[in-house]
Structure formats: structure tokens, C-alpha cells
């Protein structure tokens, strides 16, 4: 499996949510109809751009379930199952086809339909151990949530076209998939079961990075500040630019219009929205 990080919240990353966000999000859970189902607000947006800390900030101030994306990954031994039978990068976590979106989608059921006494368990998933926490160890949502929280960085991605698909845009996919039989079965996942779960959102808002590099830098930021230094040495940097590769495609498909969002704000390099388009 390729190198992947554990970034855990901290204070500092908790500084950097833009309080203007919250707000506007607020907002929008306060317009909701309090008979009805809670409703859903997904959040999207590259690795490092702040969505999980965003989402996390929002869930704790306006009384809301908070998901995310990586905490349902298929299993480790059902991402090998599938790598044996698909295509072997399906072993490393991430890309759409790695989740468990039949497990989502039996928690959002859950959660839209919880009374004040009743009890959701949500899912989390060990990065260290690359699997699923047992479920014994999920966290529990007491009651009926204001609303749902649901943030990943494919949430809303549209397929892509076959001319799109054709060419790799980078080593790991020129090396590991020159027949472009990952990226397809990637681009069928966007086309069906994931644009199933775009269509369960009330809203969707993007944080768009001001350009890929930017995904390297913030990643790095992460895993320095998670190690006490001020920078990584090359090793280590490069350890990470080959774990973003998988995520190259559909971030860039996204930053260039590929995304159906209905709030788009974007960020500078210090993740402070820079320009909003859209609304709630």
C-alpha cells in the first residue's frame, strides 16, 4: 500500500477555520425545517484544505452528526479482495471504489430518521492500522441531529469524458495503470453509486485549493506540524507527492469545473477564502 499520513486536529488547525464560513453555514442549518428530516451538507475539497476541521467546527457549534468519507473505507481485506480482482491500486484507500458507501448510506438513513432517544453509531476507521475500528468502538450520536455533516474530498466529482480518460497525467498512472483500467473503473464509481450519494445532499460546498501544488504543500504542513519540525526532510516530502499522485486526476477535474457544487469558496494558500460563488 502506498504511504499515506495520520493528521489528527489540533488547535492550530482548529484557529484556521474561517469564521466567515461558519457563519454562512450556520445559516443554513438555522433555515431548515425542524419537522423534516435533518438535512445533509456535504463538504468538499482537497487534502489540507481545511474541510474535516471545518466540518468538526460546524458539528460542535450548531449541534450536528459529523461524517466523513474516510472514516467508511472499505475494509483492509476488502480493499485487497478487490485489488485481486479489479486492479491492484484499489489496495490503497482513497480514490472512489475504496469506500463503503452501502455503510454511509445505512448511517444517513439512520441518522435523518433518529427520535430524541435513540442512538446512531457512527463509523471510524484506524489510519495506523489501515482498517476499520470494530464497532464496539464507534463513537454514538445521542438523538436527532440538527443536521448532517458529511465531508470528503470526492464528494459532488463528475465523471470524466473517455477523451479525458485516455492519456495518465502522472508517473504512478503511466507505471501502474497505462491501460487506464483503474481510472475507468474510478470514472464508473463517479457515474453510479457516488453520484447517487452527490444526489442524497441538500447542498455541497468546495474548498478549492489555488492550484495543485498547493495540495503538496499543505499536505507536508500536516505531517510537519504532526511531527514538531517546521519542514520535512526530502524523503519524507516525496514519500507524500507520491501518495497525492493518487488523487491527482479527479482534484484537478474538480478545480477546473468538474464538481457539482453549490458553494464554491476559494482559498488563498493560508486556506482563507479569497472569493465565493454560489450560495446556500
Request: net charge negative.
Amino acid at each position: 500500500m502506498a504511504w499515506s499520513c495520520v493528521c489528527p486536529k489540533t488547535s492550530t488547525d482548529m484557529a484556521r477555520v474561517d469564521p466567515g464560513l461558519v457563519e454562512i453555514i450556520g445559516r443554513w442549518i438555522e433555515r431548515a425545517d425542524a419537522k423534516g428530516p435533518p438535512p445533509i451538507l456535504g463538504i468538499a475539497g482537497s487534502q489540507g484544505s481545511g474541510k474535516s476541521t471545518l466540518a468538526h467546527v460546524v458539528a460542535e457549534r450548531f449541534g450536528c452528526a459529523a461524517l466523513s468519507l474516510d472514516d467508511v473505507y472499505l475494509a483492509r481485506a476488502e480493499r485487497q479482495a478487490l485489488a485481486a480482482r479489479v486492479h491492484p491500486l484499489f489496495a490503497t484507500r482513497g480514490p472512489p471504489g475504496t469506500h463503503d458507501l452501502g455503510l454511509l448510506n445505512r448511517v444517513l438513513d439512520q441518522l435523518r430518521s433518529a427520535g430524541p432517544g435513540d442512538a446512531t453509531p457512527l463509523p471510524r476507521f484506524d489510519k495506523l492500522a489501515d482498517d476499520r475500528k470494530p464497532e464496539a468502538d464507534w463513537p454514538v450520536f445521542p438523538g436527532r441531529p440538527v443536521a448532517i455533516i458529511l465531508e470528503g474530498w470526492c464528494l459532488g466529482a463528475q465523471p470524466q469524458t473517455q477523451a479525458m480518460l485516455a492519456s495518465p497525467i502522472n508517473e504512478l498512472e503511466r507505471t501502474q495503470d497505462a491501460d487506464g483500467r483503474w481510472r475507468g473503473e474510478i470514472n464508473d464509481g463517479l457515474a453510479g453509486g457516488y453520484a447517487d450519494l452527490t444526489a442524497r445532499l441538500d447542498r455541497l460546498v468546495f474548498l478549492q485549493a489555488p492550484d495543485f501544488a498547493r495540495v503538496l504543500d499543505w499536505r507536508s504542513e500536516q505531517e510537519a506540524g504532526l511531527l514538531g519540525v517546521t519542514s520535512l526532510p526530502p524523503e519524507r516530502r516525496a514519500a507524500i507527492a507520491d501518495f497525492v499522485r493518487f488523487y491527482e486526476r479527479l482534484t484537478r477535474h474538480m478545480m477546473d469545473g468538474g464538481i457539482a457544487a453549490d458553494f464554491t469558496a476559494t482559498l488563498d494558500p493560508d486556506r482563507h477564502p479569497v472569493a465565493i460563488t454560489g450560495r446556500l
